[in-house]
């Protein structure tokens, strides 16, 4: 019983690290070097490192929310923030314009956490048995999204609203469901779609439509 005991033990020990957004690092910095030819799961380290690489200012400002949803999301994550390399962490700055929503989508390497800035919002998750948790937010408040679920967030207030974003992953990876379905390169057969949705085939093609 005691050596069943142990062995359990010491396989939460090895499958723990696996359970983390990013593989653990290796070494004290890793800054990513975005113009290397070298291709690789993540990115290879800069030679040269100054302390700017470690910063970045670009959350300051909520970002232009003037398209279709109503929404912008500003990332800082190895993208644009090469300084997070092998660190396990990122942030964005998501901006809302009133009715405005950053639609359903996943982000299959990380769960995310967000802090409201300023504004009213509706958020929710929807589990793989399909039920939805949803909450009104507001200034001060705090929201989890567990990693790889289907998720989302509509402002309910007047005016404009904004939240910042926190990830364990150095780059969360997005999947929103309707571009993923409807604006896909190649494009997903129209009658494939039809038989999900149980529409017809010139409604998925209307749908495509507004998406291109």
């Given at each position: 019983m005691v050596m069943l005991q142990l062995s359990a033990i010491v396989l939460l020990a090895l499958i723990a690290p696996s359970l983390a957004g990013d593989a653990d690092m290796l070494q004290d910095v890793c800054v990513a070097d975005l113009a290397s030819p070298i291709k690789l799961n993540g990115f290879p380290c800069k030679a040269d490192i100054t302390a700017?690489?470690?910063f970045f200012a670009g959350l300051k400002r909520a970002g232009n929310t003037n398209n279709a949803a109503g929404s912008n999301v500003t990332a800082a994550n190895v993208q644009s923030f090469p300084g997070v390399n092998t660190l396990g962490v990122s942030m964005a700055r998501i901006a809302y314009a009133p009715g405005g929503q950053n639609p359903p989508h996943t982000h299959p390497r990380a769960t995310e956490i967000i802090f409201v800035l300023e504004g009213v919002l509706e958020v929710g998750f929807i589990t793989t048995a399909n039920k939805l948790f949803t909450k009104t937010v507001t200034v001060g408040d705090v929201f989890v999204f567990p990693r790889g679920l289907v998720h989302f967030q509509q402002n309910r207030g007047r005016g404009p609203a904004s939240v910042i974003a926190g990830f364990n992953s150095q780059l969360q990876g997005t999947q929103v469901i309707a571009n993923t379905l409807f604006a896909a390169a190649p494009p997903v057969s129209?009658?494939?779609?039809?038989?999900?949705?149980?529409i017809d085939n010139s409604q998925v093609d209307a749908i495509k439509a507004k998406f291109m």
């Open positions: 700017d690489d470690f129209s009658d494939v779609l039809a038989k999900a949705f149980r």
